[in-house]
Nanobody
Framework: QVQLVESGGGLVQTGGSLRVSCAAT?????????MGWFRQAPGKEREFVAA????????LYADSVKGRFSCSRDNAKNTVYLQMNNLRPEDTAVYYC???????????????????WGQGTQVTVSS
């Protein structure tokens, strides 16, 4: 079994920064090849935020966060990070990490390709 635990969320003012983390346990190192970050605000569908490959050399970002958010990983710690800068009220959401378990294709934006999910961590940006 694979378990993902997000942490680091909280309340910040507009323009502030947060770093959320996703720690993975269970399975093996090969279980965490490609990882994704998604977010969901009340009344809205879950949306793609960022993705990163095993080596960390390839990343993908939603247009809404490009230039403000940065995804990285430390495989020795089985941990993926999302650094969020210049936060805006519209960034307020529950942030989830997930594992892409599909054997083909590159980094993906679509929820259905991600099999394992964390419980989420709340990020609130006040105006």
């Amino acid at each position: 079994q694979v378990q993902l635990v997000e942490s680091g969320g909280g309340l910040v003012q507009t323009g502030g920064s947060l770093r959320v983390s996703c720690a993975a346990t269970g399975g093996s190192f090969s279980s965490y090849v490609n990882m994704g970050w998604f977010r969901q605000a009340p009344g809205k569908e879950r949306e793609f935020v960022a993705a990163i490959n095993w080596g960390g050399g390839s990343t993908l970002y939603a247009d809404s966060v490009k230039g403000r958010f940065s995804c990285s990983r430390d495989n020795a710690k089985n941990t993926v990070y999302l650094q969020m800068n210049n936060l805006r009220p519209e960034d307020t959401a529950v942030y989830y990490c997930a594992v892409d378990t599909t054997p083909i294709g590159g980094l993906k934006r679509t929820v259905r390709f991600y099999t394992y999910w964390g419980q989420g961590t709340q990020v609130t940006v006040s105006s």
